[in-house]
């Protein structure tokens, strides 16, 4: 049984891609309980029948949350665990002025974010490393997620796109279907050595983000928003987007495709957000 710690918006996409392939999945809720869910603090019970973890909760100022409640219970699970995966963010490899990171690239974050992720990342590896039984452990670091109901569509329908102008500082995206079908081969490919194994998952095109609120604008036959300098558009940012924007790198995942036996069903936002649109005329839930 695969237990996914928070069905936010990324764990209902690998929640749905497991079950449709037949797998037993429940996944934790904070409040209430439903059909295919667990309330947070009592998921002791089902940790203990899972073969297979995958925590999406992001770490706070405490620490990971998961760890912080269950890990009495997850140690406990030794030898039914086989699997654990951990969501992380590409965050942990902090500013690199432009340049290129792949899996093998130290991690050197730059503010607080970062170190958090890589302090998680850490929890998680040296609980991994100590139990009688370790089990396989999968650091996914994730690059900027978007999909149906969480893309430059939206944004623009809503009014509220900027296209800020920031030449040469690029993004690293991933689509929401493909984190899924990344967890899912990882799970079939599991890692065979002690140390936990690094996979990027980051599409194969880093791009502008005005570049991509222009190509989703030309896809819904609408003028792109006016242009602002990035200098401008500084001044009204909150601290979260500042810290986004004040570091600038690019993600490669050749050797994390390589090593699941998959290639990028959006490999660029190009692709992706084709599919979105054209899954939306249809009438269809997702581009999945």
Not at 59 to 69: E, F, I, N, T
Not at 104 to 115: F, H, I, M, Q, V
Request: hydrophobic share 45%; aromatic share 6%; proline share 9%.
């Amino acid at each position: 049984m695969l237990l996914i710690f928070g069905l936010g918006y990324t764990g209902h996409a690998v929640a749905a891609a497991a079950r449709a392939r037949g797998m037993a999945v429940l996944g934790t809720v904070r409040s209430g309980h439903g059909p295919g869910t667990v309330p947070f603090d009592a998921a002791a019970e089902a940790i203990g029948r899972a073969t297979h973890l995958l925590i999406t909760a992001p770490p706070d100022a405490g620490g990971d949350p998961v760890l912080a409640r269950h890990q009495p219970a997850i140690r406990a699970a030794s030898g039914r665990l086989c699997w654990i995966g951990y969501l992380s963010s590409t965050v942990v490899y902090g500013d690199r002025d432009g340049g290129w990171v792949d899996e093998d690239t130290p991690p050197a974050p730059s503010g607080p974010r970062g170190e958090r992720r890589l302090a998680a990342e850490r929890a998680w590896a040296a609980l991994a490393a100590t139990m009688d039984q370790p089990p396989a452990l999968d650091l996914f670091r994730l690059a900027g997620i978007y999909g149906p109901g969480r893309s430059a569509f939206d944004d623009l329908r809503a009014g509220t796109a900027r296209r800020v102008l920031k030449p040469g500082h690029a993004f690293g995206r991933i689509h929401r279907a493909d984190i899924a079908r990344a967890v899912l081969a990882a799970i079939d490919r599991p890692p065979t050595g002690a140390a936990p194994r690094v996979l990027n998952l980051a599409d194969d095109t880093p791009a502008e983000s005005a570049v991509v609120i222009e190509e989703a604008a030309r896809l819904l036959g609408m003028p792109p928003p006016p242009a602002v300098p990035f200098a401008v558009a500084e001044a009204a940012m909150s601290p979260m987007a500042r810290s986004f924007w004040a570091e600038n790198r690019r993600i490669a995942s050749r050797k994390t495709q390589a090593a699941l036996g998959i290639g990028w069903r959006y490999p660029s936002y190009r692709e992706g957000l084709a599919a979105i649109l054209a899954a939306e005329q249809a009438g269809k839930d997702v581009p999945e």
